[in-house]
T-cell receptor
Framework: GESVGLHLPTLSVQEGDNSIINCAYS??????FIWYKQESGKGPQFIID?????DKRQGQRVTVLLNKTVKHLSLQIAATQPGDSAVYFC?????????????FGSGTKLNVKP | EAGVVQSPRYKIIEKKQPVAFWCNPI?????LYWYRQNLGQGPELLIR????????DSQLPKDRFSAERLKGVDSTLKIQPAELGDSAVYLC???????????????FGAGSRLTVL
């Protein structure tokens, strides 16, 4: 079936290194993607988004890359900090009936080692 | 701005008991969502409101779950009776109508963690 999924459930990086979190999607009709960060005991927090007519979008220390050919999405975090430790979810927006609907992946847990 | 406010933050009940969760969305956001998040998983949509109308409740287990959004602002989600498998975090989110991108898309509350014993 169609799904939004992640390649790695857990990622451990050293403080100061760059982190790359990957996500695969299978619905070719998805035209909008979001990355969310969820810290323990909190709700998901918006990080960055990208539309399907773009390949790359940059924010503060974060970059999202979209490869529509292989239906792959990645989140890059530069100079990873202890505060970046959290679970990261990708979500895609799919047209459904008369409205769009977000589907979330299962998440990647990022551990930042001091 | 207060953001999306949910209560209670934590609730522990015995199976077969009822439970209710409350959500106050961001002011002006006419779209409200209830999601369920099981441990180690991403959020899954239970119901979506456009103002006071439920436009997508296809994933809501209607035999035991109910929701309402009176006057198109606050919303409550009820489970009666609760089962062991209902243990999860119940997230409320809101968004502005027609907003496709930007930091206001699906703003989540902190969630209500339910434990059913």
């Amino acid at each position: 079936g169609e799904s939004v999924g992640l390649h790695l459930p857990t990622l451990s990086v050293q403080e100061g290194d760059n982190s790359i979190i990957n996500c695969a999607y299978s619905n070719s009709a998805s035209d909008y993607f979001i990355w969310y960060k969820q810290e323990s005991g909190k709700g998901p927090q918006f990080i960055i988004d990208i539309r399907s007519n773009m390949d790359k979008r940059q924010g503060q220390r974060v970059t999202v890359l979209l490869n529509k050919t292989v239906k792959h999405l990645s989140l890059q975090i530069a100079a990873t900090q202890p505060g970046d430790s959290a679970v990261y979810f990708c979500a895609d927006l799919r047209p459904q009936y008369n409205f769009n609907k977000f589907y979330f992946g299962s998440g990647t847990k990022l551990n930042v080692k001091p | 701005e207060a953001g999306v406010v949910q209560s209670p933050r934590y609730k522990i009940i015995e199976k077969k008991q009822p439970v209710a969760f409350w959500c106050n969305p961001i002011s002006g956001h006419n779209t409200l969502y209830w999601y369920r998040q099981n441990l180690g998983q991403g959020p899954e949509l239970l119901i979506r409101y456009e103002n006071e109308e439920a436009v997508d409740d296809s994933q809501l287990p209607k035999d035991r779950f109910s929701a309402e959004r009176l006057k198109g602002v606050d919303s409550t989600l009820k489970i009666q009776p609760a089962e062991l498998g209902d243990s999860a975090v119940y997230l409320c989110a809101s968004s502005s109508e027609g907003q496709v991108s930007g930091a206001n898309v699906l703003t989540f509350g902190a969630g209500s963690r339910l434990t059913v014993l």
